[in-house]
């Protein structure tokens, strides 16, 4: 099965179905947790408004960091979930885990 691109989906339709896009979120942070480059978010940001504005439910993967171990606080991606929400114009929902209801 080959991949759909982004053209595909668009093409074949997307509102109310649920995508899940992988982006690659691993942004440097200050001592403090703030953003210090937003390359990476700037970069997924057309696809996921593309997606959105098309009625698609997007669910955004990607890890910030590799703790160890289990989750460490320093690693979170609340920060750069604040950022893509400012950037996207729509709050982004973080989710507290990967399974659950969360």
């Given at each position: 099965?080959?991949?759909?691109?982004?053209?595909?989906?668009?093409?074949?339709?997307v509102?109310?179905?649920?995508?899940?896009?992988r982006?690659?979120?691993?942004?440097p942070l200050?001592d403090?947790?703030?953003?210090?480059?937003?390359?990476?978010?700037?970069?997924?940001?057309?696809?996921?408004?593309?997606l959105?504005?098309?009625?698609?439910?997007?669910?955004?993967?990607a890890?910030?960091?590799?703790?160890?171990?289990?989750?460490?606080?320093?690693?979170?991606?609340?920060?750069?979930?604040?950022?893509?929400?400012?950037k996207?114009?729509r709050?982004?929902?973080?989710?507290?885990?990967?399974?659950g209801?969360?």
């Open positions: 099965m080959a991949v759909k691109t982004l053209a595909d989906l668009l093409a074949e339709g509102k109310g179905r649920g995508v899940l896009v982006c690659d979120l691993n942004v200050d403090s947790g703030n953003v210090t480059d937003t390359g990476r978010i700037d970069a997924s940001v057309p696809t996921l408004k593309a959105t504005d098309a009625g698609a439910k997007v669910i955004v993967t890890h910030l960091g590799r703790p160890k171990g289990g989750p460490e606080p320093k690693y979170s991606l609340g920060p750069v979930a604040k950022v893509l929400g400012d996207l114009g709050h982004v929902q973080l989710a507290g885990d990967v399974v209801t969360d």
